[in-house]
């Protein structure tokens, strides 16, 4: 460790650590830190893959089996981490977990920022409607309806009432989201 990072952790400030997840446990791990509060950052691009005979744009993890977190050396507990649904271990060096430099980070968010991110849908997954009457209401995620629809449920006049969009009109609210 340089001296730059010891006093960086000496202060208590934030700084991005690597974790490895259980294999193909990426996004579960992820999810289960978000839910614990801890900010999360997996850098996700998006892949053509053969999927029943047709090519379909599906999204991946850049780097499979890792995940980054953002964490404070004094204000933080690390112990749930370990214990987590998806995480195997905190990569580091003769026991010691390792930093990553945030340019590094922000390097990788900038670049995964200009490939767009499918991020995958799952039922009950909150989704964000983009554009159209119901702009930058919050729904959630139903179900696909055929190849470029989704259901959702949509909170209106205290009930829950179904509606079907093109998936090109909602993107899905990740703890990464809360970032910006």
């Not at 390792?98 to 920022?113: G, I, K």
């Not at 490939?115 to 995958?120: V, Y």
């Not at 919050?138 to 998936?167: C, N, T, W, Y």
Request: with cysteine; net charge neutral; hydrophobic share 40%.
């Amino acid at each position: 460790m340089n001296s730059q990072e010891d006093s960086t952790q000496l202060h208590g400030q934030p700084a991005w650590y690597l974790l490895q997840c259980k294999p193909r446990q990426n996004f579960r791990a992820e999810e289960n830190l978000c839910n614990q509060g801890f900010t999360c950052f997996q850098p996700v691009v998006g892949v053509e893959r053969l999927q029943q005979g047709r090519l379909r744009q599906v999204s991946e993890a850049l780097f499979p089996g890792y995940l980054f977190i953002r964490l404070d050396s004094v204000n933080d507990n690390w112990s749930p981490i370990r214990s987590t649904r998806g995480v195997a271990r905190m990569v580091g060096f003769n026991g010691q977990p390792q930093s990553v430099p945030d340019d590094v980070v922000m390097a990788l968010r900038e670049r995964v920022a200009v490939q767009p991110r499918i991020a995958p849908l799952l039922p009950g997954d909150k989704v964000m409607i983009k554009d159209g009457a119901f702009a930058a209401i919050e729904a959630i995620f139903k179900a696909f309806d055929g190849d470029e629809r989704v259901v959702i449920l949509l909170s209106l006049m205290h009930r829950e009432q179904q509606l079907v969009v093109p998936v090109s009109r909602i993107e899905k609210i990740t703890c990464y989201d809360r970032l910006s």
